[in-house]
């Protein structure tokens, strides 16, 4: 068992925004990264451009290891494992990993972010990594010359269809409604797209394939009528929803399964248990905010301890003086 004073939960912008700010306030942050997910989301985008300090924007994955490096050079402690158990006990909190490291910690931040929705179709699970998929930097590359469908209306999905076009011979973008959610800069760009078209008021209703996939059956939100799209490639681009499985059942949570904070600070409602990032935040959802919250966590927790360090000095002075005060031999 390693006693420590924080551990940070995750390690996307929230996380190793947390962890240097603890690590600057010398609380030697342990920081539980993930095996497979380490940085977090952004460690499946390309192009960052409203990052603010690159101008000329910045590779997500760079980003996500340059806040790690910064994190590293201040003492943080990055562990690439998951957390398997946690138990919230004030002023001992107990995490155990998959690989079997314990830690006690007086103060945890949670940065556990979001996962990945999934459009719940048979199929969709069995061909996943046979054609359908839920990143297109990391499996773009195997669609050369390929007709390939993104599901979704937001910036993620517009995001994945205009970079799956460098492979794809054409990429057909499925949206549910007529308007799409996402930003107008991101509209624009897909919109100049010409391997880029559009199928909207329109949503899966099946996935065809044994081995791979072989095509979808797309239905009109509208009418109901529905045709075949022989794609090979499907990447679902509909959102994510906050992961709270670790502490769901010990933390309160709002209606919308997110995290419940106290206020605009990173409190829950356990003492010495912080949150930050996506897991807290069903409204911005931004890389930069996600930072900005990781920043008030570290802020609370190092006030947190600060409180509780004072507690216990002044507890073990007014013992030291009850002992002097003594007299000798009672
Ligand atoms: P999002 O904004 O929640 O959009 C999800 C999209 O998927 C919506 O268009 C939604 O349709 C659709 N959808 C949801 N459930 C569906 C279902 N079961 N079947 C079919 N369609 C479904 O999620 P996001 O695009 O992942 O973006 C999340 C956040 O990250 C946003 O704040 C976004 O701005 C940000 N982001 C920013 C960038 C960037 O700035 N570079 C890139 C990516 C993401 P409706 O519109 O009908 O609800």
Known sequence: ??????????????????????ARANLSPVV????VTAGGELMNTTDVENYP?????????????????????????????????????????EI?????????????????????????????????GHGVSWCATCD?????DQHIAVVGGGDSALE???????????????????ELRASQAMQDRANADEKLEFLLDSEV???????????LTVRSTVTGETSELP???????????????????????RPDGYLNVEGRSSKTAVEGVFAAGDVIDSVYRQAITAAGSGCSAALDAEHYLADLEAAAKQSADSLGEAVVAAPIGS
């Open 140 to 144: 773009g590359f195997f669609f050369r």
């Open 231 to 253: 794609v090979t490639g499907l990447f679902v681009a509909i959102g994510s929803d906050p992961r709270t499985s670790l502490f769901a059942d010990q933390l309160s949570l």
């Open 205 to 215: 209703a099946e996935i065809h394939g044994d081995d791979a996939l072989t095509g």
């Open 160 to 178: 994945e269809a205009t970079f799956l076009t460098r492979f794809a011979s054409k990429v057909t973008l499925i949206h549910r409604r007529q």
């Open 53 to 93: 300090g690159f101008p000329a924007g910045v590779q997500g994955p760079e980003l996500m290891e340059s806040m790690r490096e910064q994190a590293e050079k201040f003492g943080a402690e990055v562990v690439y494992d998951d957390v398997s158990t946690l138990k919230l006990n004030p002023g001992a909190h």
């Open 96 to 128: 155990e990993t998959a690989l079997g490291a314990r830690y006690t910690a007086k103060a945890v931040i949670l940065a556990t972010g979001s996962a990945y929705r999934e459009l719940n179709l048979p199929n969709e699970k069995k061909l996943s």
């Open 32 to 35: 539980i990264a993930g095996s």
């Open 1 to 22: 068992m390693t006693d420590t004073q924080l551990v940070i939960i995750g390690s996307g912008p929230a996380g190793y925004t947390a962890a240097v700010y603890a």
